[in-house]
């Protein structure tokens, strides 16, 4: 099970840091990533992590997104700087490893004044 938490609304320039909890899966076997989707689009990637340590980020997000990873808490995150009114979507928690992938039910990011 994947539970995301901390989205909301934020002011252009603003910042957020989602989390993602997960249980019921090995954590430090899969690598873990963040998507988003916004109204009328279809679901993107925002970044991932590998159990290496090696991380993928979308061009748009490159340099103010930032993925990691707790193994410990079993949990990962995105702290998310600089935020744009383009960047409002549902953000999704995703989880794989070989044929097993998981997502979280997502939660909502607004970015407005």
């Known amino acids: 099970q994947l539970v995301e938490s901390g989205g909301g609304l934020v002011q252009p320039g603003g910042s957020l840091r989602l989390s993602c909890a997960t249980s019921?899966?090995?954590?430090?076997?899969?690598?873990m990533g963040w998507y988003r989707q916004a109204p009328g689009k279809q679901r993107e990637l925002v970044a991932t992590?590998?159990?290496?340590?090696?991380?993928n980020y979308a061009d748009s997000v490159k340099g103010r997104f930032t993925i990691s990873r707790d193994n410990a808490k079993r949990t990962v995150y995105l702290q998310m700087n600089s935020l744009k009114p383009e960047d409002t979507a549902v953000y999704y928690c995703?989880?794989?490893?070989?044929?097993?992938?998981?997502w979280g039910q997502g939660t909502q990011v607004t970015v407005s004044s």
């Open positions: 995703n989880s794989y490893h070989g044929e097993n992938t998981y």
């Open positions: 019921g899966i090995i954590f430090s076997i899969y690598t």
């Open positions: 992590l590998t159990t290496a340590s090696r991380t």
